[in-house]
């Protein structure tokens, strides 16, 4: 790399250390409660097993507060798209596998997710929520005089517990938006937010509760400002931020670009802003994700930022050439499959560096080699062992037969006029069975 470098380009393994100005300013936006490595070492060093699980709040130093267990626990849908009374209870598995027939709904799964995550990135609108045509087609057991759709997700929050968040959404038949019928967010069994219309009460300082009245389009845990980060509504968007949905579309992925990306969009269109934040803001992930594509990518030395003037940067990697010469590529012309295996490697590295994560991809065997789908998978299961979680869908054999069948949910419905089931594979495929040859076979699954 130090052939290559001008006066305008930084070499990512050069920002490798704690003190780097430019990586202590970074932290300073995304860690606003306190750097984690102002103490000199990082704080993912101090595994969060090690931390007294008695000690009051706050005894723990606040830069390890980010680094606790978080999962998602449980997600509900009714009267969305193909699921009627549908949950995904995942509590307390660490991978996650999600297969079925294309319709099932194993990508409308990730849909609700990443409509929650936005919630916390200010998306408030009812109408805006949901994906197009989110209300489902499917008849009803029941005469409604408008279609109600529901949602609910559960998830760990460090140092508050579990918290269980609803929203039901309606349109009737004088409206043109969508509004929101009923909202609600239970913490460690208290009651933070509960709102029927437009009347909103919230649990403010003290445990105060306020009362007041907001316009029934928008959504309220999205608006509401709480007195202290600490605040369990807070708490609950922040841990939503950190997400990681993703669903790369390889076509559109760019290397270039100067905005601040700490989590990508699922199409990880913004490659490049990506890496660049977390190596500035997690040094120590540059390694793992080095090595990672040094076993995946044939020839490959180091990746680089360089500077393309007026605070654009440009993402290249290095590569060693079979006369020993070297020669960088930019990441752009990167094949399809070569830019997926870097997210995969680039997700590794962050659960390495920056533990725990939880991350949803939709189908990560596409666009890839069928020799690297197990080690893919392998390693995207190994990134979770530090208190984190990888929840993945598939079609390929390989990738199933990556997971254990008790970690292994199937989604099937006999036609588009039924709802979606979600069952355990082992209730469902006989322990004799390949389940990945059983689901190829078309075996009648119900």
């Given amino acids: 790399m130090a052939g290559h470098r001008t006066d305008n380009a930084f070499d ?23 750097d984690p490595w102002a ?46 009374n549908t949950e995904m209870d995942i509590a307390d598995r660490r991978h996650v596998l999600l297969v079925g027939r294309n319709g099932s709904g194993k990508s409308s799964l990730l849909d609700i997710v990443q409509s929650f995550r936005l919630l916390a990135f200010g998306r408030n609108q009812a109408d805006e929520f949901l994906p197009d045509r989110s209300v489902t087609a499917l008849p009803s057991s029941a005469p409604q005089p408008h279609p109600q759709i529901r949602l609910e997700i559960d998830m760990d929050i460090p140092q508050c517990g579990v918290a269980s968040y609803s929203l039901s959404l309606e349109q009737p038949p004088a409206f043109r938006k969508m509004r929101v019928a009923e909202e609600r ?77 700490a989590v990508p969009d699922p199409s990880c269109r913004a490659f490049g802003d990506w890496f660049r934040e977390t190596m500035n803001t997690h040094p120590g992930a540059y390694e793992p994700f080095r090595t990672y594509l040094k076993e995946a990518l044939p020839g490959f030395e180091a990746a680089a930022n360089r500077s393309s003037g007026l605070g654009v940067w440009s993402l290249e990697y290095e590569f060693r050439s079979n006369s020993g010469g070297p020669y960088s590529i930019s990441f752009g012309d990167l094949s399809d499959g070569e830019k997926c295996l870097s997210v995969a490697a680039l997700t590794c590295a962050l659960a390495e560096a920056a533990p725990p994560i939880t991350v949803f991809w939709d189908e990560p065997d596409s666009f890839v080699a069928l020799p690297e789908i197990q080690r893919l998978i392998v390693a995207l ?66």
């Avoid at 979600?422 to 004799?432: F, G, Q, W």
Wanted: glycine share 6%.
């Fill in 381 to 446: 299961r190994r990134a979770a062992r530090n208190d984190g979680q990888f929840i993945a869908t598939s079609h390929d054999a390989e990738a199933i037969r990556a997971f254990t069948r008790e970690n292994t949910l199937i989604l099937f419905r006999s036609s588009h006029s039924e709802p979606s089931r979600l069952r355990p594979a082992n209730d469902l495929v006989a322990p004799s069975d390949d389940l990945a040859d059983a689901l190829a076979r078309g075996d009648d699954i119900a």
């Fill in 39 to 84: 103490s000199g070492r990082r704080a993912s060093s101090v595994h969060p097993d090690r931390l007294s699980s008695t000690a009051p709040v706050g005894s723990i130093p606040p830069g390890l507060r980010w680094y606790n267990p978080v999962m998602v626990r449980r997600v509900y849908a009714h009267n969305f798209r193909c699921f009627q």
């Fill in 12 to 34: 990512i393994g050069s920002l490798n250390t704690f003190a780097d100005p430019r990586a202590i300013a970074l932290r300073s936006r995304v860690f606003p409660w306190g």
């Fill in 185 to 261: 967010l239970v913490v460690d069994g208290d009651n933070v937010l509960e709102r029927n219309l437009a009347s909103v009460r919230f649990a403010g300082a003290d445990g105060k509760r306020i009362e007041f009245s907001l316009d029934w389009h928008l959504i309220s845990v999205s608006v509401i400002g709480v007195p202290t980060d600490d605040h369990p509504i807070e708490r609950f968007r922040r841990e939503l931020r950190r997400l990681v949905l993703l669903r790369p579309v390889p076509s559109t992925m760019v290397g270039e670009g100067g905005a601040q990306v």
